[in-house]
């Protein structure tokens, strides 16, 4: 009996070490796992945590890129308006200079008195003022160049209301010089054709002025009579030159024209090349009388017939609303390829005029070789045609 019970004591201890080292067994295998979890949930955590301090790092970038970009940008609108401020401060010092400059030199070349010269101040002013207005157009360099010249012209024939037949004839004799030097750098007069074409030109405005000193003009008549003058003092200058320099000077003034006309009728390509063929006729026509024994007078009526058989020829090429524009744009100004009649008035003031061209570039009518004022008489004397002296 106590062997007995001795025995279950002994197997129930057994049974509860088995038990025991079971349990133990199977905690064992759990752990692990329990781990690996404890070690996921460790890193999910480490890796969150890395990526918020990047986008906070991130954040603090753009941050710091954003407020480099606005300094900067207020700098650079700071320069801007330093730079904007300059360069209004430089213009108007530059039209103060210009104007000052303008009057010092009519007022040195005519003699202004007491009256005349504040009217003068104002007319200067206000043409400083239209050329500025002009610059800050958006027109092309051809349209701002017409604008410029159109006002110029405006100008210097108010200021020239102001001047006495004596101190306008002082403004023409100066302009013969500049008349003379551009034409001589177009066709490369000699010095016995510059002397001699200074003597045409300042033998018009002799002319011109005793014309005015004979009786008043209306302003028509007087247009009309200096307009005769120019054309027959420019016929003489005409037969003073070379065929070949004559050639040259043809072939420059019909390009302007064919220029003025592409801008102005809006011309086809079909009818600019029909216009450039007929100008070039005209150039070979021309060269072909030059080169030939004609008279003096025989010669500049051949031209004549020539030049408007050209112009005939070119209106047919033309729609109706073209030859209407066309025929408004050959008045005295511009009209003639030969270009023998002035631009501008004879008597525009020897004054550069500035242009705010893009080029730089400035705008002086007084140089261009074509104005000038020329004596009335086309008889051929002392000048054989065709010939240089």
């Known amino acids: ?36 979890q404890r070690r996921g949930r460790s890193n999910t955590s480490r890796a969150r945590q890395n990526w918020q301090r990047q986008q906070q790092a991130y954040r603090r970038q753009q941050q710091a890129y954003l407020r480099q970009q606005q300094a900067a940008e207020k700098q650079w609108r700071q320069q801007q308006a330093q730079a904007q401020k300059q360069w209004l401060q430089q213009q108007a010092q530059a039209k103060k200079q210009w104007q000052e400059k303008s009057l010092a030199d009519l007022d040195a070349l005519v003699g202004l008195d007491a009256t005349q010269k504040p009217k003068a101040v104002a007319l200067i002013a206000a043409q400083a003022n239209g050329i500025e207005a002009i610059g800050k157009q958006n027109l092309t360099q051809r349209r701002r160049r017409v604008a410029l010249e159109t006002l110029q012209t405006e100008t210097w024939q108010k200021v020239e209301a102001l001047l006495t037949n ?14 003379v030097e551009g034409l001589s750098q ?27 000193d004979e009786g008043e003009l209306s302003p028509a008549q007087r247009t009309a009579r200096q307009g005769e003058i120019e054309r027959a003092a420019w016929d003489k200058v005409d037969l003073a030159l070379t065929p070949e320099q004559n050639q040259i000077l043809d072939s420059n003034r019909q390009q ?38 004609l008279s003096a007078r025989a010669l500049l009526t051949e031209l004549e017939k020539n030049r408007a058989a050209m112009w005939k020829q070119v209106e047919a090429l033309l729609q109706p609303e073209q030859v209407k524009t066309l025929t408004a744009l050959r008045g005295v100004q ?11 008035n004879a008597s525009s003031p020897a004054l550069a005029f500035p242009t705010d061209d893009p080029q730089g570039e400035t705008t002086n009518l007084a140089e261009n070789p074509e104005d000038g004022a020329a004596e009335e008489d086309t008889t051929e004397e002392n000048i054989e045609p065709n010939q240089a002296p």
């Open 1 to 36: 009996m106590q062997r007995g019970n001795r025995a279950r004591r002994l197997l129930s201890r057994k049974v509860h070490w088995v038990a025991l080292a079971l349990v133990v067994m199977g905690s064992g295998a759990l752990l692990p796992s329990a781990n690996a």
């Open 166 to 179: 004596k101190q306008k004839q002082k403004v023409d004799e100066k302009n013969v010089a500049s008349q």
């Open 186 to 212: 177009v066709v490369n007069l000699s010095d016995a054709q510059k002397k001699q074409v200074t003597g045409i030109l300042r033998d018009g405005v002799a002319q011109f002025y005793r014309v005015l």
């Open 256 to 293: 302007d024209v064919l220029s003025e006309l592409a801008g102005e009728l809006k011309i086809s390509d079909e009818q600019k090349v029909g216009i450039e063929k007929i100008f070039d006729e005209r150039l070979q026509n021309n060269l072909a009388l030059r080169q030939s024994n």
């Open 334 to 344: 511009a009209s003639d390829p030969r270009g023998k009649v002035a631009a501008v």
